[in-house]
């Protein structure tokens, strides 16, 4: 079965850096990619979506890259602020009707 | 409305007690999807809807769990007889037709539900 592996530990970057988290899968490369935002006590909110034959998204200060022969994509938070920090979600959709696969998340502290 | 609202906010039972967590998509919202979140971890499927009909129910645990959606709006999620187990939080998430969103899912607060 598919598995989503993100950096288990937190990651503290001092405020004004660009972010980098890691999304990394097993087996079959999904259909679409997606990264999520979620704060303590709310429900995810949804970031940006990428597909299996693009390369790179943007949306103001946020990159995501998908590398299919990697089996990886990286989210990027350029001039990152405090209140970035936050849990970040990546998210598989094997196919268009598939249901979405959630990684376990990984928790950014923007340090002012 | 706004967003989508989920209810109760927060769920004490004592195990073995029946507990229904309610859902209310975004108005217009075709699809609905529930999901289970333990602490530290993403959320897992648990069973997703389209109007009324239950198209997928894979992801629920055990027949004590049990979801509807009886007129392709409001849904609730039942649980019956808790165990410790089940204590997590509860997510519903919609989403809608259009050809560029149909893939964002919308999430509601999550429902809390502790087990005694």
């Known amino acids: 079965s598919q598995k989503i592996e993100q950096n288990s530990e937190a990651l503290n970057i001092q405020e004004g850096k660009t972010a980098t988290l890691t999304c990394n899968y097993t087996n079959y490369s999904p259909a679409y990619l997606q990264w999520y935002r979620q704060d303590p006590g709310r429900g995810p909110v949804f970031l940006l979506l990428?597909?299996?034959?693009?390369k790179e998204k943007r949306k103001e200060r946020l990159k995501v890259t998908f590398d299919t022969t990697l089996k990886q994509s990286l989210f990027h938070i350029t001039a990152s602020q405090p209140a970035d920090s936050a849990t970040y979600l990546c998210?598989?959709?094997?196919?268009?009707?598939?249901?979405?696969?959630f990684g376990k998340g990984t928790r950014l502290h923007i340090l002012p | 409305g706004a967003g989508v609202s989920q209810s109760p906010r927060y769920k004490v039972a004592k195990r073995g007690q029946d507990v229904a967590l309610r859902c209310d998509p975004i108005s217009g919202h075709v699809s609905l999807f529930w999901y289970q979140q333990a602490l530290g971890q993403g959320p897992e499927f648990l069973t997703y809807?389209?109007?009324?009909?239950?198209?997928?129910k894979s992801g629920l645990p055990s027949d004590r769990f049990f979801a509807e959606r009886p007129e392709g709006s409001v849904s609730t999620l039942k649980i019956q007889r808790t165990q410790q187990e089940d204590s997590a939080v509860y997510l519903c998430?919609?989403?809608?037709?259009?050809?560029?969103?149909?893939?964002?899912?919308?999430f509601g607060p999550g429902t809390r539900l502790t087990v005694t």
């Open positions: 998210a598989l959709l094997m196919n268009r009707d598939d249901k979405i696969i």
């Open positions: 809807f389209q109007n009324e009909a239950q198209l997928d």
């Open positions: 990428i597909r299996e034959n693009e």
């Open positions: 998430a919609s989403t809608g037709t259009g050809v560029k969103t149909r893939y964002e899912q919308y």
